[in-house]
Nanobody, 124 residues
Framework: QVQLVESGGGLVQTGGSLRLSCAASGRTFSGYAVGWFRQAPGKDRALVARISRSGLTTVYADSVKGRFTISVVNAKNTLYLQMNSLKPEDTAVYYC?????????????????WGQGTQVTVSS
């Protein structure tokens, strides 16, 4: 059984920082595409950042470029999202995910396993 457990969400002020963690059990992140997504009330789930299966491609949403960093520590089998300079528009439920099989991670439908979500709220 593959399980992703997220932590690190919370309430912060504009300009603050949070680091989200996603610990995997049941399989490694290594060799599979990984990503972070977020969903605000009334909005579709959207890509925040991802790393391709090859590990050669990292993609960020334009809205978070320069502020967020996605990383994987394979020795800990943990995916991270470092979020700096947070803005109220970053408020959302954040989900980590890893892709099925050999999918590259370029499409939302590539992702098979999802975390439970963690709330990030940025106050103004």
């Amino acid at each position: 059984q593959v399980q992703l457990v997220e932590s690190g969400g919370g309430l912060v002020q504009t300009g603050g920082s949070l680091r989200l963690s996603c610990a995997a059990s049941g399989r490694t992140f290594s060799g599979y595409a990984v990503g972070w997504f977020r969903q605000a009330p009334g909005k579709d789930r959207a890509l925040v950042a991802r790393i391709s299966r090859s590990g050669l491609t990292t993609v960020y949403a334009d809205s978070v470029k320069g502020r967020f960093t996605i990383s994987v520590v394979n020795a800990k089998n943990t995916l991270y999202l470092q979020m700096n300079s947070l803005k109220p528009e970053d408020t959302a439920v954040y989900y980590c995910a890893t892709a099925a099989g050999t999918y590259s991670g370029g499409s939302l439908s590539d992702y098979e396993y999802w975390g439970q979500g963690t709330q990030v709220t940025v106050s103004s």
